[in-house]
């Protein structure tokens, strides 16, 4: 009876101990969490450049002079995205929300519609948020480097990323090292198999997602360009965006672009343009999206949804990077508990 109790006293103190480190570990990454979120960004983006090192490999190509091309690359293309997409869309933006009033003043034909934007209008100040728009964009002009280390949450951190990332991308299975060192060797074995995939699950969907993206972006602006709408650039990156969300992404990017399209021109632009996005639609689903999404399903859209919006609301722009990339991690880590509990449940039945 002594030998029990003492049985039970071991286990319960053993019980605390963990507690302690779980609620310590929580602690420490809690006072790091800012050198966490660099090391996750790192992670994410050397897994990112991993496939070029492996096509590298199969063609024989040496693997450093690849990563250095592909990190050269994405910068020299960034840079351009920068001055000739982004700046311009925030210019479009400023215009756009400066206009806002003589949108809903153009609407007053329909009682309702005026009513609603004129409340809306009389609640925010357009012109205040429109100054912010410039200012920030005045900010932003004074270098792509200036911009990225706003984003990253400062110089150090933009240097560590960029240099952690390249550090895991040139060596062999880089990040499988870098996960072997901070990984208990019990679970070693387990959590690479995890991140591997989820990996290929986060690859998937940034394909799907982005080629997506781009092909609706690309039919949207020129459309809205032949029939003269304003603000074609915003819309059409608006469009591109609103794919994400699943079903009634297409509706909410087609709305605001009709709107303008109606003040801008009648309403007989506004039907050319309702056309214009029901042919893209059709386009989309009768060819893209069997072509390309269904052959590259990854993380589900409702998924990546809630996990941008948490990312985002939790760290910022660090937190989008790395939001998709830890729910594709937690499904599998999900999955997997559901297959044990399966299997216990299938063990004790028989």
Known sequence: ????????????????????????????????????????????????????????????????????????????????????????????????????????????????????????????STQSIADHINSFVASLSSGVFTSATFLFGGVFSFVLIVVLSFYLAVQEDGVGKFLRVVTPWKKEKYVLDLWDRSKRKIGLWMQGQVLLAAIILVLVYLGL??????????????????????????????????????TGGGMSQALVVAGLFIIVQQFENQLIYPLVVKKVVGVPPMISILALLIGGQLAGFLGVVISVPVAAVFMELVGDLEKDKAARLSDLSI
């Open 1 to 124: 009876m002594k030998e029990s109790d003492n049985h039970k006293l071991n286990i319960t103190t053993g019980s605390w101990v963990r507690g302690i480190l779980v609620i310590l570990a929580f602690g420490v990454l809690f006072i790091l969490r800012d050198l966490v979120l660099v090391i996750l960004v790192s992670i994410v983006i050397a897994s990112a450049v991993e496939p070029a090192a492996l096509w590298a490999k199969r063609m024989s190509f040496p693997r450093l002079p690849t990563i250095l091309g592909v990190y050269v690359v994405t910068g020299v293309l960034f840079a351009g995205l920068f001055y000739f997409l982004f700046l311009p869309l925030l210019g479009e933006v400023s215009n756009f929300i400066r206009a806002f009033p003589e949108y809903s003043k153009a609407l007053a034909s329909d009682p309702n519609l005026s009513n609603f934007f004129g409340s809306v209008t009389n609640s925010i």
């Open 225 to 262: 360009l032949l029939i003269r709408v304003d603000h074609p650039l915003l819309l059409a990156v608006s469009a591109g965006m609103f794919e994400i969300i699943p079903l009634f992404g297409p509706i909410l990017a087609a709305i605001p672009a009709i709107l303008v399209a109606f």
